[in-house]
């Protein structure tokens, strides 16, 4: 099995930063793209950036400048630097991965189980 676990959510006042971590553990040959999402209260998930085993990134227009997406694959672990944070930013964010599983040798969709970001004066 695979698991991503996320930390790093939180309660923060506008303009201010947080960093997101997601872990991935368990039968993994090999890790393609990671990305996060968000959902806020009453809307539809988004994707918010992602990032290919390459080193490639993509960025919401919403958050292009303000966040960083960045991996480390030694240790299977994406982050999200999260800067000049707005009310707006507040939702519930999640991890998302394209596992190759050991053994299978096939590529699946795993989420973290999502972290809340809060952005409140």
């Known amino acids: 099995q695979v698991q991503l676990v996320e930390s790093g959510g939180g309660l923060v006042q506008p303009g201010g930063s947080l960093r997101l971590s997601c872990a991935a553990s368990?039968?993994?040959?090999?890790?393609?793209?990671m990305g996060w999402y968000r959902q806020a209260p009453g809307k539809e998930r988004e994707l918010v950036a992602d990032?290919?085993?390459?080193?490639?990134?993509n960025y919401a227009d919403s958050v292009k400048g303000r966040f960083t997406i960045s991996r480390d694959n030694a240790k299977n672990t994406v982050y999200l630097q999260m800067n000049s944070l707005k009310p707006e930013d507040t939702a519930v964010y999640y991890c998302?991965?394209?596992?190759?599983?050991?053994?299978?040798?096939?590529?699946?969709?795993?989420w973290g189980q999502g972290t809340q970001v809060t952005v409140s004066s």
């Open positions: 990032i290919t085993s390459g080193g490639s990134t």
């Open positions: 998302n991965s394209k596992i190759v599983r050991r053994w299978t040798w096939s590529e699946y969709i795993y």
């Open positions: 368990g039968s993994i040959f090999s890790i393609n793209a």
